[in-house]
């Protein structure tokens, strides 16, 4: 694939300078997420390094300005396997975007520095730093311990305060301690259910040259490996604990800052062992706990928040499962809306700007966007409000004149998620070819096994589901009122083709790749279901296992 990039690098430029970004629809400017202060989500683009331009290989991310200042654009160059290649774009949107040429200076006194004093109050701060190895997380990182610290011991000196500092690696369920020589850890709960990391040191700091050393100390006992991205790819998480001791009757504040393992795509696992292939699957497994409990959170705080504005009666908490690995574990404050405490959460994705990293960077803002969760607004809590008077049990009314009512027909059933369902209830007793429609789905007719037609391999490459956008009169219809008496129709369809390493009944839209399919070639309709969170779309419960079954 690099070979490719490299080699049609020109024309990825071109088609660059050609592309109009779509724009972002009123009121949904990014951003809107930033009155929910318990979680914010930001990503910082690494600035190309001068390796970075010596290989050749053009910028692929590029971040708007202005009022659509959260969101970000990645244009990816498409193999097209029928002709010249093509430019497939997509956009992310975050609470906060910082470009290359924004300094770590900068993102503390955005981003972080409000959990300085949060915690100081006896609040947990917490700042998880995410993305593809060689990304710049740990440089991140380095730097913000020190700048968090700094800002503790500079916040009141006259304090009667302790600040003390705890650096632990978590490598898979074990923990170390970076300060003490990679001593092993224990993580256990005490009778208040209160996560402690047993035996490891806590430093007292109290001037900034001491926070340097003790960084510089626990970076030295930092596991690495070299992967095919970066020499000194952190192979495990890396947490930082500040504590902020208040005295015996109240309770301390902390600060976690979070420096996860780099995360790798195939070309760096393709040479790596059984060890090391054992490693990053656990890497991956407690990222993608962490993913849960950290979305479970916030979306458990947001129906807290819009229980408490509408009034409405408060459902019971999901379950978070911040058990199912040790760094969540060791978060469970974070998590555990039973905990009690005051919690701030921000969150830093760091992207690769290059071509060549455009796969692990999509999908480092797609786990972004997973994370956000839009604060409920005032039209939500309205609609809320009307939903919530709807289901009260109306007043006595006289019986004659109910009973004098005809029944009306209930309304079908809404979705949570967008279907392509039809939204004439009735139409289910309609042949599917009588009420073709933009936005249908239907199921292709497979090409006959004798087929003698010279594309034969094209017929195989077709696409078993498609949308319809727009119908096209046959070519043999003389006139429109022709065309309304046969049934004969050709439509304009978009391939929908199956999510590459998903199940068989997930598919994602490529709408550049259009194609005209008569009425005759459709075998069936088929509803799907679409997923905002991961971009996909899902048979319907109803419709699934015909896919494989013919009419």
């Not at 610290?149 to 978590?170: F, G, R, W």
Request: hydrophobic share 35%; proline share 7%; aromatic share 6%.
């Amino acid at each position: 694939m690099d070979k490719f990039y490299l080699d049609n690098a020109a024309l990825y430029e071109t088609l660059v300078e050609r592309a109009t970004p779509a724009p972002i629809p009123a009121g949904q400017a990014a951003g809107n997420n930033l009155d929910n202060s318990n979680m914010i989500v930001a990503a910082r683009i690494r600035p190309q390094l001068d390796e970075d331009l010596a290989s050749g290989f053009p910028c692929a991310v590029y971040p708007r300005s202005g009022a659509e200042a959260g969101v970000v654009d990645i244009h990816d160059l498409y193999n097209h396997p029928r002709g010249r290649p093509v430019l497939k774009s997509a956009k992310y949107e975050v609470d906060r975007l910082f470009g290359p040429e924004t300094t770590t200076e900068e993102i503390f006194d955005v981003h972080v520095k409000h959990l300085v004093p949060f915690a100081w109050g006896g609040g947990i701060g917490t700042l998880f730093a995410y993305g593809q190895t060689g990304s710049g997380k740990t440089f991140t990182v380095s730097r913000l311990e020190e700048l968090v610290v700094e800002a503790l011991v500079d916040l009141d000196p006259d304090s009667e305060k302790q600040v003390s500092l705890t650096i632990v690696e978590l490598a898979g369920n074990a923990a170390f301690d970076l300060l003490n020589a990679r001593q092993p850890v224990s993580i256990m709960e005490d009778a208040r259910g209160h996560t402690q990391l047993v035996g490891a040191n806590e430093c007292e700091v109290q001037a900034h040259s001491e926070v340097r050393d003790l960084i510089e100390r626990a970076t030295s006992f930092r596991r690495t490996a070299p992967t095919l991205k970066n020499d000194d790819s952190s192979r495990s998480h890396s947490i930082c604990r500040i504590r902020i001791k208040h005295g015996p009757k109240t309770a301390d504040g902390f600060l976690y800052l979070v420096d996860l393992a780099g995360s790798e795509g195939a070309r760096d696992v393709a040479v790596h062992g059984a060890d090391r292939m054992r490693e990053a699957r656990e890497i991956n497994i407690s990222l993608s706990v962490l993913k849960d409990c950290i979305r479970g959170r916030a979306e458990a705080d947001v129906a807290m928040a819009r229980a408490a504005r509408t009034g409405a009666k408060k459902k019971q908490t999901a379950r978070i499962p911040f058990r199912q690995s040790a760094l969540t574990k060791v978060l469970k404050h974070v998590f555990d809306p039973a905990g009690g405490r005051a919690c701030r959460t921000a969150v830093i994705a760091c992207v690769n700007p290059n071509l060549a990293d455009v796969g692990p960077s999509k999908n480092t803002l797609r786990y972004a966007e997973i994370l956000r969760v839009t604060p409920p607004s005032k039209a939500e809590a309205a609609v809320s409000t009307y939903a919530v008077a709807k289901t009260a049990p109306a007043p006595a009314a006289a019986p004659a004149a109910a009973a004098a009512r005809t029944p009306q027909k209930k309304p079908p059933p809404i979705s949570e998620k967008p279907n392509s369902r039809d939204p004439d209830p009735d139409a289910a007793s309609v042949p599917f070819r009588h009420r073709l429609r933009p936005g249908m789905v239907i199921r292709l007719k497979p090409p006959a096994p004798d087929s003698d037609d010279d594309d034969e391999e094209e017929d195989e490459d077709a696409p078993q589901l498609a949308v319809l956008l727009c119908p096209e009169m046959a070519s043999d219809v003389d006139s429109p009122e022709a065309a309304r008496t046969k049934r004969t129709m050709r439509y304009v369809c978009a391939s929908l083709d199956p999510a590459p390493g998903k199940k068989e009944e997930c598919y994602e839209m490529n709408i550049w790749e259009q194609f005209v399919v008569e009425s005759g070639q459709m075998d069936r309709e088929v509803v799907l279901e679409y997923d905002p969170g991961t971009r996909y779309y899902y048979v319907c419960r109803g419709c699934r296992g015909l896919l494989g079954k013919g009419t």
